[in-house]
C-alpha cells in the first residue's frame, strides 16, 4: 500500500468525523511536514539526550515544552514523550537565520499522531477557510495560529511558501489515492468560454395599408363619379 493510501486509512479510522476536505488538509500537513513521519532522522542530530524522531509517529513537527532550556531558549531536557531535534526560524526583525533545538511530541500510534496535530491545526480560523475551500486562507490561518513560522524573508512570502507546499501536497496525495481535489478547482479556475451575445434580426416596421386604402377609396369614388356624371351627359342628349 502507498504511503498516501496508508494515511488515508489511518484517518479515516483514527477520526471517522473529519470532512472530505478537513481529512485532505490535515494529510497534507503530515506530508509537507514529515512525510507522514517517515521523513525523520534514525539519529539524534542534537547534544541533547533522548531518542530520534524515528517511529515517533509527530506527523505535523508538533513540539512539546522542554523539561528545562538553555538561556537562549533551545531545550536542554526532553520529557519522556518527546524527542530533540534541530529547527529554524527567521527573525523578522534583524532578518537573520536563528537555529536552536526543541522538543517534538511522540505519539504511541500513526492514529494517535494525527489526532494529535488535528487538535494543534484545526482551529476556529483554519476550519473556516476550509469551509471556505480557501486553501490560501488555511496556510494564512495557520500563520496566525504560529503552527509555523518559516525562513522566508515576509510574513506574506512565509505564507505564500506554505499555502505552495499545501498545493503541492494535496497534489501529490489526489494522483495516489484518486481523490476530488476540490482546492484546485478554487486555485485554477477554468476560464467559460465567451459567448459573443445574441443580436436579433433587424425586423422592419410593418407598412401601414390604411394610407393606401384611403386614396384607393378616393381613387374608386372619382371614377364612380366621373362615370355617373358621364351616364347623365349621355341620357341627357338622348333626351333631345
Known sequence: MSRHNEAFETVSVALPGLTDKQSLVLRAVAE????????????NNTD??????????????????????RDDGSALTCPANGFPHKDSRRDLKTGKIIQYVTCFR?????????????KTLFKPNVLNAIALIDLRGVATAMRE????????????EQIDAYHSALKGAIARIVADTHEINIFDSVDNPVTPPVI????????????????????????????VYVSNVKSWQVKAKGAH
Open 145 to 156: 495560529n504560529s503552527f509555523y513560522l518559516g525562513t522566508a524573508p515576509t510574513r506574506e
Open 106 to 118: 511522540i505519539s504511541p500510534t500513526p492514529g494517535d499522531g494525527f489526532i494529535a496535530l488535528a
Open 48 to 69: 541533547v539526550p533522548g531518542p530520534s524522531g524515528a517511529g515517533s509517529n509527530n506527523m505535523g513537527a508538533l513540539t512539546i515544552k522542554p523539561l528545562t532550556t
Open 196 to 223: 459573443p451575445p445574441v443580436i436579433p434580426p433587424v425586423i422592419p416596421p410593418k407598412k401601414s395599408l390604411t394610407p393606401i386604402l384611403v386614396v384607393a377609396a378616393v381613387l374608386f369614388g372619382a371614377m
Open 32 to 43: 509537507h511536514e514529515t512525510n507522514y513521519s517517515k521523513g525523520w532522522k534514525s539519529v
